[in-house]
């Protein structure tokens, strides 16, 4: 069954109401809850749409999203946690890195083509998970083969012959067993794998890595392959082995047409720095190159056909969600035609007191859920009392209104300098219990905080 014939059943967005994406989201993100409402609607209107006849499914597009807030407040990370749910190829491309058509640089559909690259390899990747255990047995055959080959000169219609293959066969199964614990981890056997094409460098100053990429792929499938004979340990041989018995029970084709499916029906684009493609009103200079990236993008988000290595892929139901701070600057600005394409516009708020604290303790990702469990492969337990919350999120909410307001990130550098020595002297810690309050917050941030040269490189 194919993504858009599961979908169109209801296989994934049954259960999945807007209120229960809401509260999925909730458990990563804190606050915020305009955005997450729209991108819930959003998603369960391709549910709907997948629900009505063909003649009708096709006049209905996705809403686009613009998002509005300053970094560091949620916006790429509702949209990455979006797709996670739903299982949606998604990338993040920044405007900022594209120019128009004719300037060097990348062009605006080399997203779409990321897209489908990044849609394939999901759908190889859930390929590979479903063939794991028969290549796995493959594999170990094939290292069996080389421990032990086979015996060739045995007749099987001689007793003697039949004996040795019965003992070829019990001393097989006791080399397996014993592949199978691990008992040849130290064994080293000559292999054959497929050498890569070097193609770095070919094409010069003109050239990219993307471009080195998609020729290596191209002359792979032309050339006929070279292989490189090499000395590895059993258990990688058993990796290389694994994935080359996997290759040969996968369907690329289907996969590729598969991967070109999801992209077109379910592909989520989100593109950070919008507004940093908003020319300041002059008709020169750079202006001219942001104005034509905006021109450039409106016919992808409008509805194209891209071509890519797997196939033409339309654009027409591909989900965009665009995200900016937008100081001083206003989705307004965008040229018309593009801002019509993004109808759905959402604000997020900065963060406050309030938010931080919740972010260090509420989500499955929280930050002092992360320290406490790294420190704990050290055998060191760390407790942080809930007094040292509410100092941990007034300085970040401090610093934050002082420096530049980088958001939740303001954490980040935070608890790293707070646990700098702990964790630097964790092998000796352990077996302690390390408690962490107010006290122990203030002594470690308090001067630097107060010192606001300092601050501004430290925190």
């Known amino acids: 069954m194919t993504w858009e014939e599961k979908s169109a059943a209801g296989e994934f967005m049954d259960n999945l109401t807007p209120e229960g994406i809401v509260e999925k989201l909730d458990e990563y993100i804190v606050g915020q809850a305009e955005a997450k409402k729209a991108v819930a609607i959003a998603i369960r209107n391709r549910w709907r749409r997948q629900q009505l006849p063909s003649e009708m499914r096709d006049e209905i597009t996705p809403k686009n999203i613009i998002m509005i807030g300053p970094t560091g407040v949620g916006k790429t990370e ?85 004996e040795a293959a019965a003992r070829n066969r019990r001393t097989r199964e006791k080399l397996r067993a014993q592949l199978r614990a691990g008992g040849f981890g130290d064994r080293k056997i000559d292999i054959e794998s497929n050498a890569t094409l070097p193609m770095a460098g070919i094409f010069g100053a003109v050239g990219s890595d993307e471009m080195a990429l998609e020729m290596q792929d191209m002359l792979g499938k032309f050339l006929p392959g070279r292989r490189k004979s090499r000395r590895v340990g059993i258990p990688e041989a058993m990796a290389v082995f694994q994935q080359q018995e996997a290759e040969k029970l996968l369907d690329e084709e289907a996969i590729q047409r598969e991967g070109v499916a999801r992209a077109e029906q379910s592909g989520i684009i989100f593109i950070d720095e919008i507004d940093k493609i ?30 890519t290595k797997y196939g033409p892929v339309r654009t027409d139901h591909i989900l965009f969600i665009a995200a900016g701070a937008f100081h001083g600057r206003k989705p307004a600005d965008l040229i018309p035609e593009l801002q019509g394409r993004f109808p759905i516009r959402v604000e997020l708020s900065p963060l406050g007191r309030e938010d931080f604290r919740r972010i260090l ?3 499955r990702n929280a930050l002092c859920t992360q320290y406490r469990l790294l420190m704990e492969t050290e055998g060191v337990i760390l407790e942080f009392r809930p007094d040292s919350l509410e100092a941990l999120a007034g300085f970040a909410e401090d610093l934050n209104r002082s420096a530049q307001d980088i958001g939740a990130r303001r954490l980040h550098t935070i608890m790293e300098k707070l646990l700098e020595d702990i964790s630097f002297n964790a092998p000796a810690l352990r077996g302690r219990t390390i408690a962490i309050d107010a ?21």
Do not use: C, W
């Not at 990747?125 to 047995?137: C, D, I, L, P, W």
């Not at 594999?139 to 083969?145: F, I, K, T």
């Not at 002594?443 to 925190?459: F, P």
């Open 78 to 162: 509702i949209a990455r946690r979006l797709a996670d749910l739903i299982g949606a190829p998604f990338i993040k491309v920044e405007a900022s890195k594209y120019t128009e058509v004719g300037y060097h640089g990348r062009d605006v559909e080399s997203m779409i083509r990321d897209l489908a690259k990044a849609s394939v390899a999901r759908i190889q990747t859930e390929a590979m998970r479903k063939v794991s255990q028969t290549a796995r047995e493959a594999a170990e055959e094939r290292v069996l083969d080389i421990l032990l080959p086979p015996r060739l000169e045995d007749d099987p219609d001689t007793e003697d012959g039949r």
């Open 278 to 307: 908003i020319g300041s009103g002059r008709s020169e200079g750079p202006d001219v190159s942001r104005e034509g990236v905006q021109r450039d993008l409106l016919p992808v988000v409008e509805g194209a056909t891209v071509v």
């Open 361 to 363: 303790t509420r989500p």
């Open 439 to 459: 006290e122990t917050v203030r002594g470690r941030l308090a001067g630097i905080a107060a010192n606001e040269d300092l601050s501004k490189y430290i925190l």
